[in-house]
């Protein structure tokens, strides 16, 4: 039976890893990939206008 205990763990983190790929790949593209890029394009988007904002409004950086 030692080796039943042995293997376990190495059983379970097996299946959790499969189950863990197989959920990203299942979450990729489809109305998920679509929400997932507004957001990218929205953080994208945000952080331009604040660095457009930040470079024009008169700063003394070098």
Known sequence: ???VSA?????VMAVAFVA?????VKNQ????????D????AAFAE???TR????TGGGSSA
């Not at 293997?7 to 059983?11: A, D, I």
């Not at 593209?29 to 929400?35: E, P, Q, R, V, W």
């Not at 507004?38 to 394009?41: L, P, Q, R, S």
């Open 1 to 3: 039976m030692e080796y």
């Open 7 to 11: 293997l376990l763990p190495s059983t």
């Open 20 to 24: 863990l790929i197989v959920t990203i």
């Open 29 to 36: 593209g489809g109305a998920n990939k679509a929400k997932e």
């Open 38 to 41: 507004a957001a990218v394009d």
């Open 47 to 49: 952080a331009e206008a």
């Open 52 to 55: 457009a904002a930040r470079d």
